[in-house]
């Protein structure tokens, strides 16, 4: 973080901004990605800063357009992707959860739920991905193995919105990817197959 002080009002106030894409929470990067639609190119650009920021979007509007560049420059970072770093596991407050990174074990439980969340979320992976981590990052047993995965867990999601982007984003990207490839366990489903066997014995019988 970079500590920028600006004039509000006649009033000195100290900012925090971020200069990295690893002090960009999951919540944050999510709101930064959704735009509403019809705004100026200057609303546009109070609307990034006020979702990297946390500044208040009255304090933004307030700000000489001098000092609101400098703010802008600070945060240049974002033309630059997402680094796609490579995490074993990582801590919210004194919790540690761990990445399954078996992915080709998934489970019926852990595919079904996937579906689910992706159908609450319309198919948003940015909007339904704090959900989806709850899948891949666990805690440990006593022995040192992963616990399953179970529905309960999704009541982490909330405070998963907190990790930052840049340490699971390559679990972002295996969501993506996932979902452009049927997974062989569940396609053709047993519903498909099911539709096909009846109207092969739809024919007329003589």
Not at 59 to 64: A, G, I, N, S, W
Not at 151 to 160: G, K, N, Q, V, Y
Request: aromatic letters at 8%; proline letters at 4%.
């Amino acid at each position: 973080m970079i500590d920028l002080n600006l004039k509000i009002d006649d009033e000195t106030v100290t900012f925090n901004i971020p200069d990295n894409w690893h002090e960009i929470t999951i919540d944050q990067y999510a709101k930064y990605n959704d735009m509403p639609t019809g705004l100026t190119s200057v609303q546009q650009n109070v609307h990034v800063v006020n979702c990297l920021t946390h500044i208040d979007s009255d304090c933004l509007y307030q700000m000489r357009i001098s000092d609101f560049a400098r703010v802008v420059e600070k945060l240049e970072f974002m033309v630059t992707p997402v680094p796609n770093t490579h995490v074993s596991a990582v801590t919210i407050g004194n919790e540690t959860y761990y990445v399954r990174d078996d992915f080709n074990q998934r489970t019926v439980g852990e595919i079904a739920s996937a579906e689910m969340i992706m159908k609450e979320h319309d198919g948003n992976y940015l909007d339904a991905f704090p959900e989806l981590l709850c899948i891949l990052l666990r805690t440990k047993k006593e022995n040192g193995k992963l616990k399953p995965f179970k529905l309960e867990d999704l009541d982490r999601a909330e405070s998963f919105k907190s990790i930052s982007i840049a340490d699971v984003n390559q679990l972002f990207v295996f969501f993506q990817n996932g979902a452009k490839k049927p997974t062989k366990t569940t396609k053709p489903s047993l519903a498909k197959r099911k539709k096909k066997a009846k109207k092969k014995g739809t024919g007329s019988q003589t």
